[in-house]
Every structure is written in C-alpha cells, then in structure tokens.
C-alpha cells in the first residue's frame, strides 16, 4: 500500500522546490551567520529515482540533509535475495546520521525514490564544526538528538501496534 502511495504521489513532489538549508529539520533553530559556515562543509548532490545513496554495510562516514525528493530505507533479508523498505523519509529530514555520530557500518541501505537533491556533510566536516563553531555544533547535535528520539519512538509505537 506504502508503495502504491509513494508512486501515486511521486509526480506531485519531484515538482517541489528544493527546501533552502534554514526549513531543513536538522537546522532549525541555526542562526543565518552560522549557516554560512555549515555551508562551507556541506556538498550539494543530486540523485536519481533508483540511485543507491548508501549500500547496507558501506562505511559510516557522512550524512545528508534531504532538500527535495524522497527516500526509502532498506534491510536486506533472505541472505541477500530480497531487501524489505522500513522507512521512507521525505526533504526537510536527514538520512545516514546515525554512521556519522558512532562511525559505525550503514546498518541499513538508501535509495532515491525519485530526483533526490541533498546536502552531504562528511565525517571531516561535522569535526571541523565541533572544533571550530562548537555552538553551531552542540545546536546540531541537539537537533539531531531530537530527531533519533522522535524515530526511535516511531518505531516503538509501530512495533506496540504490530501486537
């Protein structure tokens, strides 16, 4: 049904603006000087629907702010052979955090449900803002705080009505 709707509606949003950096969940509340600077580390790129932004397994080493499109996120099952979407995120989230924070392997894989246009933030990066602007980053990293306890609660409410 997820699936139907996402492709349904995939036309409707392709059209949308990509979001300036300041409506982007992840920086709500950074002032428009310290955007300045985050955009000196940031990478705008673009994907295509279908486009494999980070495999499952792949090196945790950055992060993306999504500005336009959509994405799904994915679990390998089966030994390989089948894969099951356990999100879809929209622009205005961010996707891949999770790696950047513990440098751990991508526990999951993306991918551009349509023309995707994000905003890249590397491993060396996110470093120079904590070394460099570190009010700039505690504010980031509340807001990131805030959204993996916002999914994390998603995913308790999703598995208390899978019961």
Not at 88 to 108: K, Y
Request: net charge neutral; aromatic share 4%; glycine share 6%.
């Amino acid at each position: 049904m997820e699936e139907k709707t996402l492709l349904q509606n995939a036309a409707k949003r392709s059209q949308a603006d990509v979001l300036p950096l300041s409506e982007i969940d992840f920086l709500v509340g950074v002032e428009e000087q310290s955007l300045d600077r985050l955009r000196e580390v940031l990478i705008r790129r673009e994907f295509a629907p279908g486009e494999v932004i980070c495999r499952e397994g792949d090196e945790g080493d950055r992060m993306w702010l999504l500005a336009k499109g959509s994405v799904s996120v994915r679990l390998t099952l089966s030994g390989g052979r089948e894969s099951l979407r356990i999100a879809s995120l929209a622009r205005g989230t961010t996707i891949g955090e999770m790696s950047l924070i513990d440098s751990a392997r991508r526990s999951a894989s993306i991918i551009a449900d349509e023309p995707v246009v994000c905003y890249e933030l590397l491993q060396d990066g996110f470093s120079k803002m904590l070394a460099q602007y570190p009010t700039i980053a505690a504010k980031l990293l509340s807001n990131l705080a805030r959204e993996l306890s916002r999914r994390l609660r998603r995913t308790s409410e999703d598995l208390r009505n899978r019961s």
